[in-house]
């Protein structure tokens, strides 16, 4: 049999953007660093170059070149004034090149806070007042061409923010908050993944972030918003089990009396390109296998079997949560 | 089934996360728990128990469970038709 793949292999079928490409940017703040990367590299080929120049002269030289070669001036310039040279101008360079990162954003930019949490992510979009505006958990939503400030912090051990299409990587260390810049230029998906190792599923905590045309990112904030004031109860078995079988104790959906904050937020989960943060398509099916034994498919996340549940009761809770838009 | 595709039906598996409640050969994540595990599927038992194993009722199966057989666990999945004939072949390929 060929080589055995995955379902998170296959994600670029579900969003754009899978496996994020390290060297394909798609906005200001991660082009700075790919081009820098570049030099970097095309430098060290160079320096290459000339080390495996020096070394063949040592080995296969005349005996004129050799002694050359090993003189004191030799030393003094190739050994200290080069380096010393290329390595302030390749600073001053890169410095320069990457000043785009450390600047603050321009007033008025939009923030939202992201909080690495074991192992998934809490995003919170603020109002212009840093109140929290509207929760979510795992994907966030952009206008394309515009700076978005992110506020990073960690709810437990050290994460690190990486979507590779936008910006480097950024440490979410506890009890501080870190500022990152990003900005996508074209609309599209680019997906993330958690940097440091935090844990048990580190590897499998994943991120999308979506970029809109600003028109249409204001119509979908503006949905959510009014979505808020009326969400009427569905009525629904699936909304009586999410409160029966006591998913309200960590999952919160806006506008009903589910209001627990320890897991992802579910007001949006029906519209979420994944599930299980950035691991999985979203479908009926990769609901009821997450929701009947999501530790089969994370391995020790936070997030108990519910193998004890009758099947019924597991598609019933799907099919209310994939209403949750 | 002419035209089906086992190779391709693997992919088709992996991209829509079958795995997320069968353990399946060949694909490696996830190795879901909660519906039956597919090694030896080409056996020949029958579909769920209940339907007879034959590839024209399994393709329509992988597609539309609760169509086929009201009342199963398992929900329709977002794949064509074809794509449900490539899964149903590919599942055929799976020796005990």
């Known amino acids: ?325 | 089934m002419p035209e089906a595709n086992a190779a391709r039906g693997r992919k088709v598996m992996a991209r829509v996360g079958c795995a997320s409640c069968h353990t399946i050969p060949g694909i490696a994540w996830p190795q879901g728990q909660v519906g039956p595990a597919l090694q030896g599927f080409a056996a020949g038992n029958l579909i769920s128990g209940q339907l007879p194993n034959r590839p024209d009722v399994l393709a329509a199966y992988v597609r539309n469970a609760p169509e086929v057989l009201p009342g199963t666990t398992m929900p329709a999945m977002p794949i064509s038709e074809r794509e449900a004939r490539d899964v149903a072949a590919y599942l055929y390929t799976l020796e005990p």
Not at chain 1, 52 to 64: I, K, S, T
Request: charged residues 15%.
């Open chain 1, 1 to 325: 049999m060929s080589r055995p793949i995955s379902t998170r292999s296959s994600l670029e079928s579900v969003f754009k953007g899978w496996p994020p490409p390290v060297l394909d940017p798609a906005g200001p703040y991660a082009g700075s660093i790919s081009v820098l990367s570049w030099v970097l590299f095309a430098m060290a080929v160079v320096v290459l170059g000339v080390v495996l120049a020096a070394l063949g002269v040592a080995l296969f030289g005349g005996q004129r070149l050799k002694s050359r070669l090993g003189g004191q001036a030799v030393i003094w310039l190739g050994g200290i004034a080069l380096p010393i040279v290329v390595l302030t101008a390749l600073l001053v360079y890169g410095l320069s090149l990457t000043r785009n990162l450390g600047t603050p954003a321009p007033p008025g930019a939009m923030r939202v806070q992201v909080t690495g949490e074991m192992w998934w992510w809490r995003v919170a979009y603020l109002d212009s007042s840093g109140k929290v505006a509207l929760w979510d958990a795992n994907e966030l939503h952009i206008p394309v061409g515009e700076t978005v400030v992110l506020e990073l912090r960690s709810a437990d051990v050290i994460h690190s923010f990486w979507v590779p299409r936008l910006s480097g990587k950024l440490d979410m260390i506890p009890g501080r908050v870190n500022l990152m810049k990003i900005k996508a230029d074209k609309p599209g998906s680019y997906g993330g993944q958690c940097a440091e190792y935090c844990g048990g599923p580190h590897a499998l905590m994943g991120f999308v972030v979506v970029a809109h045309e600003p028109a249409e990112f204001r119509r979908i904030m503006a949905d959510r918003q009014a979505a808020l004031a009326s969400k009427p109860p569905s009525g629904g078995r699936g909304e009586q089990l999410f409160a029966s079988a006591g998913c309200a104790a960590c999952h919160r959906i806006a506008g009903t009396p589910f209001n627990g904050m320890a897991g992802p937020d579910l007001t949006h989960v029906g519209t979420r390109r994944t599930l299980g943060a950035g691991i999985l398509p979203n479908n009926r099916g990769t609901l009821m296998g997450w929701i009947g034994n999501a530790q089969a498919i994370k391995p020790g996340n936070r997030m108990p079997p519910y193998s004890v549940l009758p099947a019924d009761d597991i598609r019933d809770l799907a099919l209310y949560l994939e209403q949750q838009r």
